[in-house]
């Protein structure tokens, strides 16, 4: 039985199971990952001098001025193939839910509903009076203003709805991730390197239930020996070859 054909099994034969997706699931489709040299999105910057929350609120222009770069790399992006596999999987109710700790909205433009535990770029908000601004609206104010900031019509800066290195994550969304992660039969966990906490620890949460853990990924993780399946080839030839199995 190949690893596909093995993963594929887990997942037909689990009650529950529930995806968790980090950066390797969107690098097919031209999003680089973080910490990859030369390439990686902190290859060549320090993340708490450029995306910290304390940047952002003390020098908008600097903390926009890279976030700037990175609505760039996701302009005209698209979801791929590995996306498409797991919003077939939701829609066919062989996966439960996806969990993804990607801001770059790929999944619900695949079709899935996924529960972004980091937050996600397509809206931006205004703190001190609660206004909401699609991309769109907040590109065009970053282009529009002299320092590159995107303001509300109060005039104070908007912040992404990411979570920002500094603030904590949003209560609702990890608590329905742990929730998710404790009821699985198996966890699948695509494109991570399960090693940003405390999205980690899902894994783990999984296991102590006496559920089981699937990884697709090319690099190492933590849970590498106790996972039932372990693939390591092209996330979408991958997750394509699993929902061909099924």
């Known amino acids: 039985m190949t690893g596909a054909a093995e993963l594929a099994a887990l997942i037909r034969d689990a009650g ?19 910490r990859t040299p030369q390439t990686g999105l902190w290859a060549n910057v320090d993340p708490m001098q450029v995306a910290h929350i304390s940047v952002w609120r003390r020098a908008p222009a ?3 001025g890279f976030y700037g770069q990175r609505f760039a790399i996701l302009d005209g992006k698209r979801p791929n193939g590995a996306h498409h ?13 996806v969990v993804t700790q990607n801001i770059d909205g790929l999944h619900a433009a695949a079709g899935s509903d996924p529960i972004e535990v980091h ?13 909401t601004f699609p991309l769109h609206a907040t590109r065009e104010r970053m282009d529009a203003d002299p320092e590159g900031i995107p303001r509300c019509d109060c ?20 608590q329905r991730a742990y929730e998710l992660a404790a009821r699985a039969d198996l966890l699948l966990c695509v494109g991570s390197s399960l090693e940003v906490w405390p999205v980690a620890e899902l894994p783990q949460v999984t296991l102590d239930a006496g559920g089981a853990v699937a990884i697709v990924t090319m690099g190492p993780t933590p849970y590498d020996h106790r996972a039932a399946v372990k693939l390591t080839g092209d996330v979408v030839a991958e997750l394509e070859a699993v929902v061909a199995a099924l």
Do not use: M, N, Y
């Not at 529950?16 to 973080?34: E, H, N, Q, Y």
């Open 62 to 64: 600097t903390f926009w």
């Open 85 to 97: 596999a797991l919003a077939e999987l939701e829609r066919g109710g062989a996966l439960d839910a």
């Open 16 to 34: 529950s199971a529930v995806a968790l997706t980090g950066a390797g699931i969107s690098v097919p489709s031209g999003i680089p990952d973080f």
């Open 155 to 174: 005039g104070r800066p908007l912040k992404p709805d990411v979570v920002l290195f500094g603030e904590l994550l949003p209560e609702a969304e990890i």
């Open 119 to 131: 937050g996600s770029v397509a809206t931006a908000s205004c703190l001190a009076c609660g206004a």
